[in-house]
């Protein structure tokens, strides 16, 4: 299965609260998971990525948590900001594959002030 | 270091016509990919260019075409224009092995 499952679809925090977002995939052949933000009107930016031999990376307000045997991992944005409401995309790199990502079909976050 | 360049940002067409975009990757990286971005269907990958080599392709019909020059600017081909191509077309570019993908702000087209 090529494909990355993503939920919630929306989601709706308060100022301070965390944020959290899931995704899943099936095929074990992908190697690589970055994390991506996307505004209105601009490409996806590259927040954080993580490998799947490690279970935790950290960078700043972003964490990514990674469990491998369950395929299934994770962004939590600490003390969200009304500065980052925006789309959010997790994404899987095909391994042996060059740089071919399968895409989430995208979180939309509002944080309310 | 500049970041992913596309060109034009907007686009209209007419059903039938073609169209090529234009994108000049970050200074260094080699790979650079297309993705279609669309409400429906999302991020979609278009296809993969590393050192003018295609090296990888999505599940796009053979209308969407692409290559990659020596300096490593990459444009992208759409013939025989449909309704369904109406779409943000995004561009990446990266380094080799575990690299995120880096986008350009894409070119909005709009096919009429």
């Known amino acids: 299965q090529q494909q990355v499952k993503q939920s919630p679809q929306s989601l709706i925090v308060q100022k301070g609260g965390i944020s959290i977002i899931n995704c899943a995939y099936e095929?074990?052949?992908?190697?690589?998971f970055p994390w991506y933000q996307q505004f209105p009107g601009k490409g996806p930016a590259l927040l954080i990525a993580?490998?799947?031999?490690?279970s935790e990376k950290k960078e700043g307000r972003f964490t990514i948590s990674f469990n491998k045997s369950a395929k299934q991992f994770s962004l939590h944005i600490m003390d969200s900001q009304p500065g980052d409401s925006a789309t959010y995309f997790c994404?899987?790199?095909?391994?042996?594959?060059?740089?071919?990502?399968?895409f989430g079909p995208g979180t939309r976050l509002s944080v309310l002030p | 270091k500049a970041g992913v360049t596309q060109t034009p940002r907007y686009l209209i067409k007419t059903r039938g016509q073609q169209v090529t975009l234009s994108c000049s990757p970050i200074s260094g990286h080699r790979s650079v990919s297309w993705y279609q971005q669309t409400p429906g269907q999302g991020l979609q990958f278009l296809f993969e260019?590393?050192?003018?080599?295609?090296?990888n392709k999505g599940n796009f019909p053979g209308r969407f075409s692409g290559r990659q020059f020596s300096n490593s600017r990459s444009e992208m081909n759409v013939s025989t224009l449909e309704l369904g191509d109406s779409a943000l077309y995004l561009c990446?570019?990266?380094?080799?092995?575990?690299?995120?993908?880096?986008f350009g702000n894409g070119t909005r087209l709009t096919v009429t």
């Open positions: 994404a899987a790199r095909r391994g042996n594959y060059g740089q071919n990502f399968v």
């Open positions: 260019y590393f050192s003018e080599t295609q090296r």
């Open positions: 095929n074990t052949a992908f190697d690589y």
């Open positions: 993580i490998r799947p031999d490690v």
């Open positions: 990446a570019s990266s380094l080799a092995g575990f690299s995120p993908l880096h």
